[in-house]
């Protein structure tokens, strides 16, 4: 195997999971989240050489999962999408409760795509202001008050639905 | 808060060959056009050409490597058992737009398990209604990095052709078998089957003419088998209707010839349930930073310094994706290095880590854990990387790099000669007991 290939896996295997999460807390969709992934993963392959060398790579893949969901996410028929349909295999009782799960991801889902990746760039991905804005091609200026706005309007939908979690989050 | 919308994380299904595979044609297809822009004219004169030359010749003669000409021509049908065709030649159905593929690397006993499940599934009588035809006749079921097993093929009917995506995995009870978490728009009902199969079916009616109808079934099999059927279509201007009704798909969950097998021992993908933790918290990012104790973490002589990254101080970890991390420069004499710890959810497949690479160790660690032990080396910056997994199913990963991460520039250079960590210490932090949650 070559070394670019070796390399490459040895990638695949630390970062896929970790792209399919971002990628489903942007669009709410394992199956799509998975495919955002693998859409990335694809495009790495072919740049890795120069990624690689240019210690760039994680961040070419979040560009292309968030930019993908964004403009996927903006699409009208994006509510076909939204079946989840896997053969879960997660034990229920090591699981948060079933309705804050819904709670939070119905009110990711109601944010505006722009604050969603907001959000997610910046309290998920931990991703400073700075490189958050150049990732979605936007001023600091705009991912701070997206962020802020997409925070509030979590909170907001959050203890709406559930007054318990006011305190959590 | 996040985190919680991460529960229930089904299996990762991305298959690693299908990647590189996909990434390869691209690759060549970006070649291709960097050589095809050049020689277009060249082309569009040599095409026109043999456009000439073949007007009023008769028929071209079927070639067996064309796939238009897989298209037109049936399957032969035989009664010998055994898949028609095999893994690496699995047409790609109709509706399968950004799927990954099946094959993928395994185990040897999920290997022997694919053989066994393909010649009973090759001996399986699908439940299609008349006029309806499975193409590949006997489709392999191929075995998957993440271990499950998985196939596809197409039906074609008078109405429209629809692909049909079914995979196998050891079911882990008891996991979410109701419509709860589904969005209000998709059709979900749940029953139980004679053989105390529980089905799930769900149905996302198209919003739009020209999209398929999507239907996924899910059955829980008393043996322990989880099966999925999703039937779908290629969006068109009039895309074929749903052909394996309720019933139908009952009958596939439920096929005795889709059991897996418990004689053939679950590989390391599939065999320990995943259980989510706790959403991280600072309080027990607190906690794990209290069972670290300078001595294992630091040794003699060297101090821990702070990098701008964590903003948190030195040898304390802070919440990060999901997870926890730790940064720190390690200092001595000889310059200072990283040390980076991560602590992250159990993975969604349960797998281990594992080896790539010619400069990479399967170890076990002295309290039984196996481990990775990785050395990778990017022109002078050297890193060790220690690979495992707690017995809670978090996964550890421990690096030391002979690079600073104080004005840390990603083309930089070694900030001192090896790193500051070696081998023996990493597995010192490795067999911490708290390093979980």
Redesign the interface.
Known sequence: MPDRDLEFRAYFEARAAVLRRTAFLLCGDWHKAEDLAQTALVRLYVAWPRLHRDGQVDAYARKIVVRAAIDDSRRWFRRRETAMGEVPDIQAAAAPGVDDVIDVRRALAELPPGQRAAVVLRYWEDLPVAETAQLLGCSEGTVKSQAAKGLAALRRLLAAGRPVLREQS | ??????????????D?D???T???R??AR?HLGIAGAAALSVVAVVGAAVTVSQFGAGPATDDPADPASDTVVSAPSSTAPGPSVSCADLPVPPGAL???AQAGPASAEDELQAVRLSEAFSRATLPLPPGVSAEPERPPLCPTSSGSWSTRFTLRSPAGDRGVFL?L?R???????DC????T??DCRVSTAADGTTVRI?V?P???PD?PV?V?A?G?RPDGT???V?ETGAPGDNPAPRILDDDALTRILTLPELGLSRSAPASTTTSA???????PSQRMADRLTATLTTGTVVPSGMRAVQVPQARVPALAFFV???GYKLTADLVDSQGAGNLFIEL?PP??DG?AP?C???DCEAITLPDGRPGVL?R?IDGQVVTLTLNTVSPTGTQV?IMSRNRSAVGEQ??AGPTRRTPPLGRDELIGIAINPGQHW
């Not at chain 2, 808060?1 to 991305?14: D, F, S, V, Y």
């Not at chain 2, 079911?171 to 078998?177: H, L, T, V």
């Not at chain 2, 709860?180 to 969005?183: E, I, N, S, V, Y």
């Open positions: 808060m996040i985190a919680k919308a991460l529960a229930g994380e089904p299996p990762l299904r991305i690693y299908a990647v590189r996909s990434g390869r691209r690759q970006r950004g799927r990954a995979s995995v079911s882990r009870a008891p996991g979410y078998r709860t978490l589904l969005a728009a998709v769900l996302t198209p919003d739009r999209v999507r996924e899910a829980w989880a099966v999925s999703l349930p995943v259980s989510l933790p706790q959403a990060s994706q999901g992250s993975a969604p797998m594992r790539f690479g010619p990785a990778t990963s990603k083309s």
